[in-house]
């Protein structure tokens, strides 16, 4: 008798089809995913009373397991692997994926992101990948590619050396991702100036990234510089991470001035203003259009019902080109107007107000120059085991204080880093500094606390 072939796993089996799938492919790789069960907080006085006892797995089923693999590897055509790619695929108490880790083993193979990425539907639940290390620029290019088709939110590549360095991949197309760790990746300024040229608006990056973790790289002030132009108009970023770096005053000053108020340059002002009209331009065509729409259709709708009815006028039945010709006239004469408030109205509650980082909501002008009220959507900066000085610690109180008399919404900064610099241990600057920091703290702590009044609904007996 003829063995009956092995049955084709489901790509909601993540960690049975990616290795079936890369084994199809002859992938000179082999890949091993090791199945792990998410870990849920369980409380330390609680955690003795809740434990179970697991029965141990009894040897007859044992076997059975043992035996079934042997007559799937008999099965496996012969293959000669050069690497072995280990992968934990990490999934939640409902049996959902939520993390893909890849050990420090190998260079990932690009086939493999692109099967990964041809299931990444099924995998809603897919949150987070972690990459240490063994990552080249044609996985990141496919990285790069899946993102928008998934709803990652978080990437980490700690320690992952990029010999291209082309992590604007990531950012190039709109996508869920929220929070990106580049630490311990050999950064350098360069390679800064690409990542922050793709964080200025109107970039996607600056719509949708709010971590970006750039600890323990070999960043400068001349990169500090151009991450402060993209930071005069990103409003998505609020939490920043620039620890362990070679950053001094110079770069300190760049950063804290893009958070108090800075005059605006020309070419900020006519791309703002561009941004404007390109708003105005787009909506007042969807209005166009829209408007059309709903003048056709009620015009459909009245003629339809016209027909239906048959009218007379001084003796005579009106043919049915006739009612219609004069249900347009009626309409073109008094529902023109409400049909394109009504359109208006439709597009402005789709597209809204004009987001713009330089509006009028955010500058002023003064002495015929305009100035921008600062960066106040940046709440975590950790700058500490750096070069700065005393002179930037001045500076900084000089932002928390700045900050705190325009009083907007957001509040800006309201946790700071700042150990391991050249400062003092002990000095005015830092007590004021901590006092505004808890000021900040508490007064954020009491709006979310204070709880809203219920609202009473009468009811009859």
């Avoid at 990948?129 to 993102?147: C, H, T, V």
Wanted: aromatic share 6%; glycine share 2%; hydrophobic share 35%.
């Amino acid at each position: 008798m003829v063995e009956d072939e092995p049955q084709r796993p489901n790509p909601t089996d993540f960690d049975i089809f990616l290795p079936w799938a890369c084994q199809q492919l002859q992938l000179h790789t082999m890949v091993q995913v090791v199945r792990e069960e998410q870990q849920e907080y369980v409380s330390a006085t609680t955690s003795e009373r809740t434990k179970v006892k697991t029965k141990p797995k009894a040897k007859e089923d044992t076997q059975t397991d043992l035996d079934s693999e042997v007559d799937q590897l008999n099965r496996m055509p012969a293959i000669t692997y050069e690497d072995i790619l280990y992968i934990n695929a990490v999934y939640n108490y409902n049996n959902n994926l939520v993390q893909i880790k890849f050990a420090n083993t190998c260079t990932i193979p690009r086939l493999v992101l692109k099967i990964i990425g041809l299931i990444i539907k099924y995998h809603t639940h897919l949150t987070s990948i972690i990459i240490n290390k063994g990552i080249n620029e044609y996985s990141m290019y496919e990285l790069g590619k899946l993102l928008p088709l998934s709803n990652i939110t978080d990437i980490c590549l700690d320690g992952t050396y990029l010999k291209n360095a082309n992590y604007q991949l990531l950012f190039e197309q709109q996508s869920s991702m929220r929070q990106l760790s580049l630490a311990r990746c050999s950064i350098d300024d360069v390679v800064l100036e690409v990542i922050a040229n793709a964080l200025i608006h109107p970039s996607p990056a600056s719509k949708f990234l709010s971590i970006l973790n750039l600890s323990s790289n070999i960043i400068s002030d001349s990169g500090i510089i151009s991450l402060a132009n993209a930071l005069r108009t990103n409003r998505a970023l609020n939490y920043l991470n620039l620890s362990n770096n070679m950053i001094s005053d110079r770069g300190m000053t760049c950063i804290l001035d893009t958070l108090v108020r800075f005059p605006l340059s020309l070419s900020e002002l006519v791309a703002s203003r561009s941004r404007h009209i390109e708003f105005m331009k787009d909506k007042s065509e969807r209005i166009m259009n829209l408007a059309t729409e709903l003048r056709s259709y009620d015009i459909d709708k009245r003629s339809i019902k016209q027909k239906s009815m048959k009218t007379l006028k001084k003796g005579k039945v009106l043919t049915e080109r006739d009612t219609s010709l004069k249900n347009i006239n009626e309409i073109d004469n008094s529902n023109q107007e409400a049909l394109f408030e009504k359109a208006t109205a439709i597009v402005e509650a789709t597209l809204g107000s004009f987001k713009d980082p330089f509006n009028k909501n955010n500058t002023f002008v003064k002495d015929n120059i305009t100035y921008c009220f600062g960066n106040n959507s940046l709440y975590y900066l950790n700058v500490s085991y750096n070069n700065w000085s005393y002179l930037s610690l001045k500076k900084l109180l000089t932002v928390l204080i700045y900050q705190k008399t325009i009083n907007r919404k957001p509040r800006g900064l309201i946790n700071l880093s700042i150990e391991g610099n050249l400062i003092p241990e002990h000095c005015k600057e830092l007590s004021l500094i901590d006092s505004l920091l808890n000021e900040c703290l508490s007064l954020i702590q009491r709006d979310v606390t204070i709880p809203k009044k219920k609202t009473l609904t009468k009811t009859n007996k």
